[in-house]
């Protein structure tokens, strides 16, 4: 075996340093593997020298271990358990060799950038996600799209004309004020004026005719509970000559009406109770005169009672004749 240019001069332990275990290496260790004990041998010294033609050497028979004499055992001491080996054998560590002088000192290689840190590749962006996308941006655009034009003077004199006959005068005045900071022309804002003086007498008389007819609806409910259904009329009557005919003018008029008739078949019954067919004849005609359908039947009834007591005053007095 050659010995490539170094010269390796070593010690080498035959048996453990430690006096406890004191048994036989069988090759060079550093710690024994018996008791674990570091040995002191010195480590080997590689000194490198000129390396000389290559010549072929027989291979050297191992040296053979020499045995020493058996040591007789010391007393028995505590020791430290052993350290855990391995289940295989032990193999020998050999030292490292040291760098030559002359090389220089070669930076340690970069290490690979962790593999979690990189982010994974983002998958591209799919042909039906730009439309998506186009057509939120368009719906947005037509829903918050800027105003059209400004409307023109006249367009703003008819919303605020349209204001004041809707008796929204606060906003048909602010519309006026906006109009004159504008110096619209003078004609436009003196028809709005006048359109807002109109409609605000208007709706003067709509309130004050609101007012008269809540108080119109306490005062007939009032005769009408009381059983005077005249009253209850004339009080109407007072009112539609002031403030003229409605929707409610006339559904009140009608339950008045019906109050009224209701009283003159109520007059009818107690004629019919009395046999007084004149009364009772006359009752009919004044209940008739309102013309309520809700209340024929009734008056239908009572009308055959008239028929059938003027027949028995017929039978009554042909006897005498």
Not at 187 to 209: E, H
Not at 247 to 270: G, H, I, N, W
Not at 289 to 294: A, L, Q, W
Request: proline share 14%.
């Amino acid at each position: 075996m050659s010995n490539k240019g170094w010269n390796v001069s070593e010690t080498v332990n035959d048996v453990c340093i430690n006096a406890a275990c004191g048994r036989t290496l069988p090759l060079r260790v550093v710690h024994c593997p018996f008791c674990g004990e570091r040995q002191a041998g010195a480590a080997p010294v590689l000194t490198k020298v000129a390396a000389p033609a290559p010549v072929m050497l027989d291979p050297v028979p191992p040296p053979v271990p020499r045995v020493p004499p058996p040591v007789p055992a010391p007393a028995p001491t505590p020791t430290p358990p052993p350290a855990p080996q391995p289940a295989s054998a032990p193999q020998p560590v050999p030292p490292p060799a040291p760098a030559p002088a002359s090389a220089p000192a070669k930076a340690p290689p970069a290490k690979p950038a962790a593999r979690g840190s990189v982010p994974p590749p983002r998958p591209p962006v799919r042909l039906r996600t730009w439309i998506a996308a186009a057509v939120v941006l368009t719906g947005i655009w037509f829903y918050n799209k800027p105003a059209d034009k400004p409307a023109s003077v006249a367009e703003q004199v008819e919303a605020a004309a349209a204001l004041a006959v809707q008796c929204d005068l606060d906003g048909a005045r602010s519309a006026l004020a906006v109009l004159k900071s504008a110096k619209a022309p003078a004609a436009q804002i003196k028809r709005l004026q006048a359109s807002i003086t109109k409609s605000a007498a208007a709706c003067d008389r709509q309130q004050q005719r609101a007012q008269a007819w809540m108080v119109l609806q306490g005062s007939v409910n009032q005769a009408l509970d009381a059983g005077k259904p005249d009253l209850a009329a004339t009080r109407l009557a007072a009112h539609v000559k002031r403030w003229g005919d409605d929707p409610d003018t006339l559904e009140l008029d009608a339950r008045v009406k019906v109050a009224q008739a209701s009283a003159q078949l109520d007059a009818a019954d107690a004629c019919l109770a009395r046999s007084d067919r004149t009364c009772l004849e006359s009752s009919l005609i004044a209940a008739e005169r309102y013309k309520r359908p809700e209340l024929a039947a009734r008056t239908q009834a009572l009308r055959t009672a008239l028929s059938q007591l003027l027949e028995r005053s017929l039978l009554d007095a042909a006897p005498g004749q």
